[in-house]
Nanobody, 121 residues
């Protein structure tokens, strides 16, 4: 699976962005899809995950209620809708695919190239 993330940019605090991650291959629906992020000088952290069938989701406490993960199997794309953005959300955001639902980065085999989100105060 090849993943291509897009949609990052500069936004003011309180604003919104929607990230997209387009996947190649016919087996997209078999994979759990996640978003992770890495801020400058910090380790990569889990943001959100959606199960392969789309029936379950999980979010980091820091984004719960503000971010929403979704997937469109017809388009082989997973999204991250980010609302009420804060300066501390500034990071490079990565999409990733795994064979089972997990919040741990080491369980993900496939990664997108990352897209930068900058939230100004």
């Amino acid at each position: 699976v090849q993943l291509q993330a897009s949609g990052g940019g500069l936004v003011q605090a309180g604003g919104s962005l929607r990230l997209s991650c387009a996947a190649s291959g016919r087996t997209f629906s078999f994979y759990a899809m996640s978003w992770f992020r890495q801020a400058p000088g910090k380790e990569r952290e889990f943001v959100a995950v959606m199960s392969s069938g789309g029936g379950s989701t999980s979010y980091a406490d820091s984004v719960k209620g503000r971010f929403t993960i979704s997937r469109d199997s017809a388009k082989n794309t997973v999204y991250l809708q980010m609302n009420s953005l804060r300066p501390e959300d500034t990071a490079v955001y990565y999409c990733a695919a795994a064979s089972f639902t997990s919040r741990a980065a080491q369980n993900y085999y496939y990664w997108g190239q990352g897209t930068l989100v900058t939230v100004s105060s």
